[in-house]
């Protein structure tokens, strides 16, 4: 009897390895409302990606445990791990999280009285530093939140309750997120750029409507964003000759 449970369970066990490692199609929707379309979803465990349709639609690769993240530039980076029962439903609907940009302060000029003499005494006006006709070397654009270490930040002497939050909160992870992704999306733009849509179907045969994805395919699974900063472009179009077949190739499967 105690034999029979043991073999029980190793069956069952070898049952549950074996649907863990296997691959289906799983079929998703986007539920937001608005800038459904054009949503990347990479499984970041075997690498496939998928981009959403017109109506928030999406199927990917998956197997149990494998992770996917969403990501645009009007939504929250996100991730979704692939449970054993998102797995046998084969269907998941997802609702991200919209990016919201503050608007900045505005300042209400006085009243005008008529009088320059009085009116200009009540404007007050600075002039922005210009370091190019100063001659001195300066940053011009717009400064990113600075984000302070945690081990700084719980520093007892000079405990500092707001960044302390954002660490515990998960903000200055999503920070970094966000501004990985920025990046990345700025790479795109660039290669676009200097290599056209054209050169990329009629060289590696990726779709047009697919090179957004395929980029940023690259990017998230080579040296491609270094290489092309550092005008590297031998190993750019490597990496293209590379991932163009492996892309391809997984563009087909998609359509068996």
């Known amino acids: ?42 499984n970041t465990t075997s690498r496939y990606n998928s981009v959403t349709a017109e109506n928030g639609n999406f199927s990917i690769r998956v197997k149990v445990n494998d992770t996917l993240v969403f990501s645009s530039v009007s939504f929250m980076p996100e991730k979704m791990a692939i449970s054993q029962t998102i797995y046998e439903k084969g269907v998941v609907m ?11 302060e505005v300042n209400i000029l006085p009243n005008l009285s008529g009088n320059i003499t009085t009116d200009l005494q009540k404007i007050k006006t600075e002039k922005p530093i210009d370091f190019e006709e100063a001659g001195l070397p300066g940053f ?30 998960g903000y200055y992870k999503q920070l970094k997120i966000r501004r990985k992704w920025d ?29 957004f994805d395929f980029l940023l395919f690259c990017i998230e699974t080579t040296t491609l964003q270094s290489e ?26 998609e359509k068996e």
């Open 140 to 169: 011009k654009g717009k400064p990113q939140e600075k984000i302070v270490p945690l081990a700084v930040a719980v520093i007892p002497i000079q405990l500092q309750l707001e960044p302390l939050y954002k660490h515990i909160s």
């Open 183 to 211: 990046a990345e999306n700025i790479t795109v733009a660039k290669i676009f750029d200097f290599y056209n849509p054209e050169f990329l179907l009629k060289s590696y045969e990726i779709p047009i409507d697919r090179q």
């Open 94 to 104: 997802v609702t991200l999280t919209e990016m919201v940009n503050e608007l900045a």
């Open 1 to 42: 009897m105690k034999n029979s449970k043991i073999i029980l369970l190793l069956i069952i066990f070898t049952v549950t390895l074996s649907i863990q490692a296997q691959e289906q199609l799983l079929q998703g929707k986007i539920l937001n409302k608005n800038d459904v379309e054009g949503i990347h979803i990479l």
């Open 228 to 253: 092309f900063k550092n005008e590297n472009y031998v190993a750019v179009l490597s990496i293209f000759e590379d991932k163009g077949r492996e892309y391809v190739s997984r563009l087909q499967l």
